[in-house]
């Protein structure tokens, strides 16, 4: 279960690209040999939609489950930070029963798409992006071996995948506009590092953030609007990728309070200077160890 779902910048592989009608010959069920094989080799990487679904099967709070069942990982290079399912020394996903998955009404986006990979390209010169699958075959799966075969779009609908792309579509469209903007120099700020994990992961915290006194005098928003952030996770997710892209790319779709961006960024300024002049001069001395002993 290794590579059963790419976030787009993660995987350097070129794939053979499927689309919805392309035929898939597979079949996964109790009966087979390989039953469970896949679960106790779990490298689950998870969506913020995905948490969602998981901590409220689990009547978890989004901070308690990401303790209990998630290990961060680096998404990329430049440390963005991602999460993955906690499994046990031997690499055995924790839901994992004898009888199956315990969670699988609400299994992550990865289970329900294998043995499907999936992945989101942006053409050049492209506003929006296309969808891709290609097909994962790991040695110990016999569900390729099975007689059942059916389209893609049909295998999709099997496993009830609609909502979890809807949900996902957006923030996974984010995580691709930061890939298709190519390196930034040196690795982003802790605090911008924070924020992004606190905006995708955190619900809890996020909302904590969102409610707070400070936010409220930085955007307009109506009352009504705080409501909802208060009660509803998936609004509160869906906000928390407009606010990533106001906060990280300059789209400004979220109202401010009049002079609040222009008090923000000469409160700001200062910081961002001396952050620059740091990385010229780290990038500088290690120019200088290059050809130190030359």
Request: glycine content about 6%.
């Amino acid at each position: 279960m290794s590579k059963k779902f790419d976030i787009p910048f993660e995987s350097n592989m070129v794939p053979t690209m499927l689309d919805l009608g392309s035929r898939l010959q597979f079949s996964c069920h109790k009966g087979i040999s390989c039953f469970n094989a896949c679960c106790k080799q779990a490298d689950v990487t998870l969506t913020p939609y995905d948490i969602i679904r998981l901590k409220d099967h689990l009547g978890k709070s989004a901070t308690d489950f990401l303790k209990d069942h998630t290990v961060p990982f680096r998404m990329d290079k430049e440390g963005l930070p991602g999460v993955k399912l906690r499994t046990t020394d031997e690499g055995a996903c924790l839901f994992m029963t004898e009888e199956g998955c315990s969670v699988y009404e609400d299994r992550p986006t990865a289970c329900r798409l294998y043995p499907l990979g999936h992945m989101s390209m942006l053409a050049t010169g492209s506003k929006t992006d296309e969808t891709h699958y290609f097909l994962i075959k790991e040695e110990h799966c016999k569900g390729h071996e099975e007689d059942q075969e059916q389209t893609i779009a049909e295998y999709l609908k099997e496993q009830e995948t609609a909502q979890y792309e809807e949900m996902n579509r957006e923030w996974l469209q984010l995580m691709l506009k930061r890939r298709s903007m190519g390196p930034t120099v040196g690795r982003p700020p802790e605090a911008t590092l924070q924020m992004f994990f606190m905006c995708s992961f955190d619900m809890d915290r996020f909302r904590r953030f969102v409610l707070s006194e400070n936010f409220r005098n930085t955007y307009d928003l109506e009352d009504s609007v705080y409501e909802v952030f208060a009660k509803e996770d998936i609004s509160l997710m869906q906000f928390g990728v407009r606010f990533m892209k106001q906060a990280f790319f300059g789209e400004r779709t979220i109202p401010e309070k009049d002079g609040a961006w222009e008090n923000r960024v000469e409160q700001r300024q200062e910081v961002w200077d001396a952050r620059r002049q740091a990385e010229i001069t780290r990038q500088q001395q290690e120019e200088d160890e290059k050809y130190k002993d030359a």
